[in-house]
């Protein structure tokens, strides 16, 4: 696909500061996202990113923002970076479904793969609360959901397929169970022996995902039961044969493993959309990452594309807006390394030339950048700069080698939100007083 990437050059930083103090909207409260919310318009899919996954205020804006557009401009869901298994419970809460869990907190508790954090929060938690105050009373078509989009959840996904197949076709559950013991000598970590064991035997259970697929789409017109769990039943089923690609492809390095789980997300959002019906809109929560276009950073140079990308390229840029999220320096909730145990961790002041540099250069108060504003603006739009990414695993200490993507701003994002200063968010679960309220839940901004 075309990229937007352009050259490195000396910055011109005051003209950039001057610029961004020209066009930059003062951001206090929810009144003040009024220009964001005049930029998305009769958007059909809005994607709200973060520079962590472990920040406070990228949650808070974004259930903010989320409110709005379900209240105001008739959003039908919320759709994460998460397992779909656990989000689905989550979204069956929200609508009322679920009457084993009297509490989100309860429904998060079962949130178990690491980063835990990520979902299982009290800001989370707020936003689940808050979905099914909102949806109480109204009809199954006009209720607010919540759903995963991620496809690394492929024992979750068959063990879900197997509850349901037992109660409504036992004949095809002896393919899922096929498959499943396929995958079982593989489950202790995580998938990486698939991978290793893929490079010998390069089909390894792809037939078996693929059958079982194939079975659950041939009976689908049987299945007579709730008409959300049979879509979920579906999706599940095609997590296991995404999984079982991308696990394949960790073993081969390159972006081909990144390229299908983006393009397992981006599918997902349109199935979700269609199951939704004519006219439906998403609200897509993701680290940027994904929902930055890809074209218009160095990942692009890499061979790789994201959900930001793909969207923008089949509904039309007027369709999707994307909002990326960035801050100057605080705390973040983190590993020091995949599966350790999560800390607060401290985040320095950003980079010199940075982009979040440049945006503190302009002012230290909270700000909305519409970047139509700055397509006049040729040293943002001819020259990637550094802009600060933070993912589950962070050492602050290797910040001067790493955590910045060159980005061309203006062409990544539709509209950019700053906070100056942040901090880590509420974890449910993963310290003794994980289930201490916060003083300030649920979070009004």
């Known amino acids: 696909m075309k990229h937007y990437l352009t050259r490195e050059a000396p910055l011109d930083e005051p003209a950039i ?23 998305i318009g009769d958007a059909k899919i809005v994607m709200l990113g ?38 689905y419970r989550l979204n069956r809460f929200v ?57 690394y959840s492929l024992w979750e996904s068959m063990e879900y397929i197997m509850q349901y197949l037992q109660k409504t076709d036992p004949a095809a559950l002896k393919v899922a169970e096929n498959a ?11 998938g990486r022996s698939y991978a290793h064991a893929s490079a010998f035997v390069p089909e390894l259970c792809q037939a078996e995902v693929v059958g ?10 049987q299945y007579n039961t709730d008409h959300e ?6 999706q599940n089923a095609m ?18 493993s990144w390229n299908i789980r983006d393009t397992h997300m981006a599918n997902t959002l349109n199935r979700l959309l269609a199951f939704h019906g004519e006219g439906a809109k998403a609200i897509v929560w993701q680290h940027n990452t994904h929902i930055g276009d890809a074209r218009a950073t160095d990942m692009a140079l890499e061979g790789m594309w994201n959900t930001g990308e793909l969207a923008r390229t089949q509904y039309k840029n007027k369709n999707v807006v994307l909002v990326g999220f960035g801050s100057y320096q605080g705390t973040v909730m983190a590993g020091q ?35 139509n504003d700055f397509s006049g603006d040729h040293m943002l739009m001819e020259n990637h700069i550094g802009h600060r990414a933070i993912g589950v695993v962070y050492n602050s200490l290797h910040e001067r080698y790493g955590n910045y993507v060159p980005t061309v701003v203006p062409l990544r994002y539709d509209a950019f939100i700053y906070l100056d200063k942040t901090t880590a968010l509420h974890p449910l679960h993963i310290k003794p007083d994980g289930d201490q309220i916060p003083e300030t839940y649920p979070f009004g901004v």
């Open 95 to 151: 609508k009322g479904y679920d009457t084993d869990h009297k509490t989100a907190v309860k429904v998060l508790q079962e949130f178990n793969r690491w980063p835990t954090w990520m979902w299982a929060n009290w800001e989370i938690a707020a936003l689940a609360e808050w979905l099914k105050k909102y949806n109480t009373g109204l009809p199954a078509n006009k209720k607010a959901g919540f759903y995963g989009l991620d496809v």
């Open 17 to 39: 500061v001057a610029s961004i103090s020209r066009h930059a909207h003062p951001l206090e409260n929810t009144a003040d996202l009024q220009p964001l919310l005049d930029r």
């Open 239 to 256: 997590i296991a044969v995404n999984a079982e690609k991308y696990y394949r492809a960790m073993i081969s390095g390159g972006p081909n």
């Open 337 to 371: 390394s995949w599966g350790a145990a999560m800390q607060v961790l401290q985040m320095p002041k950003a980079r010199k030339a940075s982009w979040e540099y440049l945006l503190h250069g302009a002012g230290e108060e909270n700000k909305v950048l519409i970047m």
């Open 229 to 234: 769990n049979v879509f979920s039943a579906e």
């Open 212 to 221: 079982l697929l194939k079975e659950i789409q041939r009976k689908l017109p």
């Open 50 to 87: 973060e520079a962590s996954h472990g920040t406070h205020e990228y949650y808070t804006w974004r259930a903010q923002i989320s409110k709005i557009l379900i209240r105001e401009k008739g959003f039908n869901f919320i759709a994460v970076e998460g397992d779909w298994p656990d989000c």
């Open 180 to 190: 499943y013991r396929c995958f079982e000598p593989y489950r202790k970590d995580e």
